[in-house]
C-alpha cells in the first residue's frame, strides 16, 4: 500500500526556519515526481515545490522561491522542504503528494502543521 | 503563468440534483487537467485526471469534460457524502496550479 508520511512541522517564529520530510513507502521514491502543497487555514490549496524524480531539477511558486528548497533522498525514500525565513502567511498545512507522471497527484500525506507566529 | 478559475466559488443543492462546476484555464492546457475531491479535515483525494479519466473507486455519478482553457466537473445526482471542497489542477507545466476550489453544500 503506498503511503506518504509527513513530519517536521511545528511552531516557528517569523524569519525562522524548518525542515519538513514526507517518508514514502510501498512504493518507490525514485520512480516519481513529487510535490509539496500547503493550504492555509480554511484557504484553498496552493503548490508549493515540485522535483524530478532523480532530483536533478527542482520548481518552485514565487512565492517561497529563494526561501524554500526541496529535495530527495531516494536512498531513504525520503522527500525534503528546508523553509527559511518564513513569514505569517506561511502558515498552512504541509502535504506531500506524488505526481503519477503527467496525471496529476495520486497520492497525498497526511499533512503537517507549519505555523509562524511570534 | 497559466491561472486556474473556478465557479461557482460555493453552491447549495438538493440531493438528487446535477451539479456543474466549471474551470477556465488562462491559456491551453490540452487536457492536462485533474480535479480533487477535499472532504471537511480530510486529505484531497484525485477524482479525475486527463480531464475526464475516473480515478479507480470513484462514483460513476462524476464525469468530467472539456479541453483547452474550459473544463467541467459534474456530479450528475448530488449525495449527502459528496459535501466537500472541489478543486481544478493544471499539470501540462510548473507551476502545477489549482483553481480556487469550489465548496459544494446539500440543502
Known amino acids: 500500500e503506498v503511503q506518504l508520511a509527513e513530519s517536521g512541522g511545528g511552531l516557528v517564529q517569523p524569519g525562522g526556519s524548518l525542515r519538513l520530510s514526507c517518508a514514502g513507502s510501498?512504493?518507490?521514491?525514485?520512480?516519481?515526481?513529487m510535490s509539496w502543497v500547503r493550504q492555509a487555514p480554511g484557504k484553498g490549496l496552493e503548490w508549493v515545490s515540485g522535483?524530478?524524480?532523480?532530483?536533478?531539477?527542482?520548481y518552485y511558486a514565487d512565492s517561497v522561491k529563494g526561501r524554500f528548497t526541496i529535495s530527495r533522498d531516494n536512498s531513504k525514500n525520503t522527500l525534503y522542504l528546508q523553509l527559511n525565513t518564513l513569514r505569517a502567511d506561511d502558515t498552512a498545512v504541509y502535504y506531500c503528494?506524488?505526481?503519477?507522471?503527467?496525471?496529476?497527484?495520486?497520492?497525498w500525506g497526511q499533512g503537517t502543521l507549519v505555523t509562524v507566529s511570534s | 503563468d497559466i491561472q486556474m478559475t473556478q465557479s461557482p466559488s460555493s453552491l447549495s443543492a438538493s440531493v438528487g440534483d446535477r451539479v456543474t462546476i466549471t474551470c477556465r484555464a488562462s491559456?491551453?492546457?490540452?487536457?492536462?487537467l485533474a480535479w480533487y475531491q477535499q472532504k471537511p479535515g480530510k486529505v484531497p483525494e484525485r477524482l479525475i485526471y486527463?480531464?475526464?479519466t475516473l480515478q479507480s473507486g470513484v462514483p460513476s455519478r462524476f464525469s468530467g469534460s472539456g479541453s483547452g482553457t474550459e473544463f467541467t466537473l459534474i456530479i450528475s445526482s448530488l449525495q449527502p457524502e459528496d459535501v466537500a471542497t472541489y478543486y481544478c489542477?493544471?499539470?501540462?507545466?510548473?507551476?502545477?496550479?489549482f483553481g480556487g476550489g469550489t465548496r459544494v453544500e446539500v440543502k
Open positions: 503528494a506524488r505526481d503519477c507522471w503527467s496525471c496529476g497527484f495520486d497520492y
Open positions: 510501498g512504493f518507490i521514491l525514485s520512480s516519481h515526481a
Open positions: 522535483i524530478s524524480h532523480k532530483g536533478d531539477s527542482t
Open positions: 491559456q491551453d492546457i490540452s487536457n492536462h
Open positions: 486527463g480531464t475526464s
Open positions: 489542477q493544471k499539470y501540462n507545466s510548473v507551476p502545477l496550479t
